[in-house]
């Protein structure tokens, strides 16, 4: 197969990996700078150009598309989907999952456990949205954060107040959720492919640190998840559309709690804490389904 990996960078880790296992597997894998490819959105004949040539011939693409620049690169993606090429995870799955308060509303409609989250719009409001969210300490965040960025936990009522104020007078939405005290700094990774949880980490937070993103200097070890994780994981991803996943679940007094659906989840710490080959199984997911008709929206939304 002919397979395009969408990346800003060859020499992440993720897009070195995905690249080795598909060349290992006698595929001509080509990595396409997100930014540098350029449309031609013609009815008759959609096309993608990439450093002055027409890209033509692919079976399948990867996204590998970073939150900064998700609006551009779905489009990218819609048209070669629009052009028969199977995706890996589908444009429309991808911008869903990026909406941090509609992939939260959409697996709180399919009854998937979540933390109490607040969202709200008026300083006026912010005492109610506290204690509708349980009171403090409680965990703020910018909707548009990544990689743990812009994630901010209140000790007090009064300090979350000062900081709901601050983000607001900046002009930044904001959610406000419960801290699940009990998950003690530590998440769960379960990474998704198909209806498969493959691979599972615990990440731990540092020493006086709730955040427990391995940027930010957490530590990842090998965890045995349970059925009833497992299940949770697989459901969030098919809730939002994602042939892969990486599905942050916490677990709380009152079973595993969803905090965050990724897209475009890393395959270092994954592979390294579990030794798993799991660039090697997305590629094979990818020689099962990926065949000729099978883009599910043929560019649709």
Do not use: W
């Not at 060349?23 to 894998?29: A, F, L, N, S």
């Not at 080509?30 to 002055?52: C, E």
């Not at 993606?77 to 509303?105: C, H």
């Amino acid at each position: 197969m002919k397979i395009a990996v969408l990346s800003r960078n060859p020499r992440l880790y993720s897009t070195r990996r995905l690249v080795e296992a598909g060349q290992q597997r006698g595929h001509d894998m080509v990595v396409i700078d997100t930014l540098r490819a350029y449309m031609n959105i013609a009815s008759h004949k959609p096309q993608i150009h990439y450093r002055g040539q027409a890209l033509e011939g692919f079976d399948a693409v990867i996204p590998r598309i970073g939150a900064s620049v998700t609006f551009y690169g779905c489009a990218v993606l819609r048209q070669f989907e629009m052009m028969g090429v199977y995706p890996l995870n589908e444009s429309v799955a991808i911008s869903r999952s990026r909406d941090k308060l509609r992939a939260l509303q959409l697996l709180s409609r399919k009854g998937i456990g979540l933390p109490v989250t607040g969202f709200a719009h008026s300083p006026d409001d912010i005492p109610d949205l506290i204690q509708m969210v349980g009171g403090a300490p409680l965990v703020i965040k910018v909707l548009e954060g990544t990689q743990g960025m812009g994630v901010v936990l209140a000790e007090t009522a009064k300090a979350a107040e000062s900081v709901i104020e601050a983000f607001f007078g900046l002009k930044q939405d904001i959610m406000v959720q419960e801290y699940i005290q009990e998950a003690g700094g530590a998440d769960i990774r379960c990474f998704v492919v198909g209806d498969k949880v493959i691979a599972a980490m615990k990440r731990q937070a540092k020493a006086g640190e709730f955040r427990s993103n391995l940027h930010r200097g957490g530590s990842a070890s090998l965890i045995k998840i349970t059925p009833e994780e497992r299940m949770t994981a697989v459901r969030a991803a098919k809730v939002m559309g994602l042939n892969v996943a990486g599905v942050d679940i916490l677990r709380s007094n009152h079973g595993p709690l969803v905090m965050e659906v990724n897209s475009s989840p890393g395959l270092e710490g994954i592979e390294t804490t579990t030794g798993k080959d799991v660039a090697g199984m997305i590629i094979q997911y990818l020689e099962k389904n990926a065949e000729p008709g099978q883009t599910r929206t043929k560019g649709r939304g």
